[in-house]
């Protein structure tokens, strides 16, 4: 089995640099502990989903419908948590996610539907329901303050999201380098019919990457929930967008087969020091939204070019 | 030549639908009766119909345009800010060429630098967004000109006027996909790009004019909108590749590409517009229609797979009997 590899990373880790080195000196506020330190916070929530959508995207298949998810999942958090306490709320919004992951993959898998198809219509049906669920109002969870403890909480002086999201990721990072899990889900990205040839039920690991996603935007939920402190039917409208964009940038193949989880890490740490730096300029956010827009098809066209190039290299080596 | 009386009934499904749903309607509600709600149904199917138009050769060719409804927003501002400042004609042109640009951006990444066109849209699905946000400062830019107005409001002895434009579209549009070089391999190159190269198609160039025409389209439906409200506000037609897709789909053109039917995609427009428009007269929440739209897009990809699958069988056997694979028509 191929190991990882660190130089994929590197490359991106200095842009990180880079981009805040030049930034830091344009405005000073950037570089204080308070400022990085939120930088990290702002980064959780979509480096956690990120980190499921490594494994979909992987496995050769991609989920656009988190963005309603994530709201589903906030709803459901506000409404159980109001009446059942707040561990409750949380196990329910784990099934409901695990629930919609299995119900995206089946149509995928046993419609035979394209998968960003299939996730287009869930997107528009689970945001549907988000809504409905909430009455198409904000649902205000101020008396549920235990759930503070997920956006302001700290342990040993690290605040909680900061944890959560280097747990994720050293589940996720053992579980897809070292584990026969990870394995299967390269396998079924690379090439379905080899896999499927050699006896990996494939259609139970795509649907599981979809479960992957889905609970991947748990996580990330409950942090942005607490942050927001409304269950609400119309947040994430941009989530899938963000998520999608931070896999890419990170040097995850759209077609599968190989991916990058440390390169998805530095990806949504380079998106928010750039989100971050406009904001500090105080730059409009609608050019923010230009600006990642292009940093995206930028990065996908450099992607491109890197693989081909590798792809070129590879069958001279052969004649 | 068996199955040739099945494809064809497979073929007008959606005609067949339309109509059905005419008759229950017609005959239960009397509000659908109206000549005027008729009338309304088809001036509505006309601003994502003209859209859906350009994205059914997109879909025969086997791609997606996830950022037509971006596009529409954007050159929908841009239209009413330049009819602000110069001749109408002018603006028209200048929009047209526009959306043609827009186009050929999509294009150019997805046929030169071969990357898939879902993500590419996906990508110019939030830069088109915010430009159109930049552009406008975030507020609603109204332009009410009389005859302005008239494009997306008139009608012209009866026949609603944006109606009147889809049609004439859909019939260019239609000639150009059956009896053309150019249509004959827009369908080509959804059954094989391969062989298409092989047969010595400029491949890449026409890929790259598909996203191109869809472009010109979008601009027309985007004049066409922006005239219906005489105004355009950049958070418009937030659902509209969703709408524009279902459309597509719904007309039988398979995902798959290679095979589909821009006559179809008229009457899945008109027929999608009947249905949302039942759903106001039976005052069913937005919420439900957007669920019930889902489950309809979903069917209507699902029933484009058991097709697909009905063909393949079909084509198994026509080689086994014949040995030569049937054309597709």
Known sequence: ?319 | MSGARKISWNKHMILLLLLIFWAAMIITNPAFRNVDNLLNILRESAFTGITALGMTYCIIMGDFDLSVGSMLALMAVVCVRLLNICNMWLAFILILILGVICGAFNGFIIAYLKISAFIVTLGTFYIFRAAAYIITDGKTVVYSDRFFMFLGNGSIMKMPVPFCVFVILAAAASVILRHSVYGRSVIGMGNSPKACEISGINTKFTKMSIFIILGGFTAVSAILTASRQASAGPGMAGNFHFDAITMVVLGGTSLAGGEGSIFNTVIAAVFYTSMSSCMNLYHIDTQWQRIFMGLVLLAAFSADLLKHAGGQMRRKRNLNNIGEKEETT
């Open chain 1, 1 to 319: 089995m191929k190991r990882y590899k660190c130089s994929d990373t590197a490359g991106l880790l200095a842009a990180v640099i880079l981009v805040f080195t030049v930034f830091s000196c344009l405005y000073p506020n950037m570089l204080t502990l308070f400022n990085i330190k939120n930088i990290f916070v702002q980064v959780s929530t979509t480096a956690i989903a990120a980190a499921g959508m490594t494994f979909a995207m992987t496995a050769g298949v991609f989920d656009l419908s988190i963005g309603s998810i994530q709201a589903l999942l906030s709803v459901i958090i506000a409404q159980v948590g109001l009446q059942f306490g707040l561990a409750t709320g949380i196990s329910a919004a784990a099934a409901a996610a695990v629930f919609c992951g299995v119900i995206n993959g089946l149509v995928v898998v046993k419609l035979k539907i394209q998968a960003f198809a299939a996730t287009l219509v869930t997107m528009i049906i689970l945001r549907g329901a988000a809504v409905l669920l909430a009455h198409g109002k904000e649902i205000p969870i101020y008396n549920m303050g235990s759930i503070k403890f997920f956006s302001s909480g700290t342990i040993l002086e690290i605040p909680v999201p900061i944890v959560m999201m280097i747990l994720v990721y050293a589940v996720s990072f053992a579980a897809y380098e070292y584990t026969e899990f990870g394995m299967y889900m390269r396998s079924v990205g690379s090439n379905l019919k080899a896999a499927e040839i050699s006896g990996i039920c494939t259609g139970k690991y795509l649907i599981l990457a979809f479960v992957c996603t889905a609970v991947g935007t748990v996580f990330s939920t409950v942090i942005t929930t607490s942050q927001i402190m409304f269950g609400k039917g119309t947040i994430g409208e941009d989530f899938a967008m963000d998520v999608i964009t931070t896999v890419v940038l990170g040097g995850t193949v759209l077609t599968g087969g190989k991916g990058n989880l440390f390169g998805t890490l530095a990806a949504s740490l380079l998106i928010a020091v750039i989100k971050n730096g406009l904001n500090i300029g105080g730059m409009n956010t609608y050019y923010q939204q230009l600006v990642i827009g292009i940093v995206f098809i930028a990065a996908l066209v450099f992607n491109n070019g890197k693989n081909l190039h590798a792809f070129r290299k590879k069958t001279e080596g052969r004649e």
